[in-house]
């Protein structure tokens, strides 16, 4: 059974950095092609994707927010962590983790999502 | 605004059918089959309906149907209930400087 469970705080202040984890079960981040992603989505607004690791430690961000955000992954603790420095406001959101089972044989869809995590920017 | 655009909302009775499309370009659902669908009942995560343009993951209603032609994607859902009363996003891989996957701003369904 695949799951997916983000943590992280639930207040952030303006100029802080985000450090979120991610933690899964019923897959290995080590087995080829598989990949995990963020993604969030501001109250009432649609989804944004923001990141992703591959089996191969590769990283890919969004172009809007590469300066700020940075992916790594532990695969012995099933873990993939994700930073945002200099958080604003406009960064309030639900962050969410989800699952890409094969980005070698090219379906590019995220099949399992964690339930997310609100995250709130204010002083 | 997002990269693809979705109508706001949509509406249909129960046991009629519905088609959310999703327009985006040929950098990103014009240009390749990976066009995805989701799910999303209020304050729970996105549920993959459909993926590839028009496959359905196991466990899905094949009441939800998926099609594409040309920058243009669809989503159906025939046989209208009222558990389908949710926010449906359209996901599709883009061909930027690097991997990049952009979302629809989103629908309303609601069954009346």
């Known amino acids: 059974q695949v799951t997916l469970r983000e943590s992280g705080p639930a207040l952030v202040k303006p100029t802080q950095t985000l450090t979120l984890t991610c933690t899964f079960s019923?897959?290995?981040?080590?087995?080829?092609?598989?990949?995990v992603s963020w993604i969030r989505q501001p109250p009432g607004k649609a989804l944004e994707w923001l990141a992703l690791?591959?089996?191969?430690?590769?990283?890919y961000y969004s172009t809007s927010l590469k300066t700020r955000l940075t992916i790594s992954k532990d695969t012995s603790k099933n873990q993939v962590v994700l930073t945002m420095t200099n958080m604003d406001p406009v960064d309030t959101a639900t962050y969410y983790c989800?699952?890409?089972?094969?980005?070698?044989?090219?379906?590019?869809?995220?099949?399992?999502w964690g339930q997310g995590t609100l995250v709130t920017v204010s002083s | 605004q997002s990269a693809l655009t979705q109508p706001a909302s949509v509406s249909g009775s129960p046991g009629q059918s519905i088609t959310i499309s999703c327009t985006g370009t040929?950098?990103?659902?014009?240009?390749?089959?990976?066009v995805s669908w989701y799910q999303q009942h209020p304050g729970k995560a996105p549920k993959l309906m459909i993926y590839?343009?028009?496959n359905r993951p196991s466990g899905v209603s094949n009441r939800f149907s998926g099609s594409k032609s040309g920058n243009t994607a669809s989503l159906t859902i025939s046989g209208l209930q009222a558990e389908d009363e949710a926010d449906y996003y359209c996901?599709?891989?883009?061909?930027?400087?690097?991997?990049?996957?952009?979302f629809g701003g989103g629908t309303k369904l609601t069954v009346l």
């Open positions: 989800a699952r890409i089972p094969d980005i070698l044989t090219g379906p590019l869809y995220f099949d399992y």
């Open positions: 019923g897959f290995s981040l080590s087995t080829s092609g598989m990949c």
């Open positions: 690791i591959d089996w191969d430690d590769d990283k």
């Open positions: 040929s950098s990103d659902v014009g240009g390749y089959n990976y």
């Open positions: 590839d343009v028009s």
């Open positions: 996901s599709s891989y883009t061909s930027s400087s690097t991997l990049n996957w952009v």
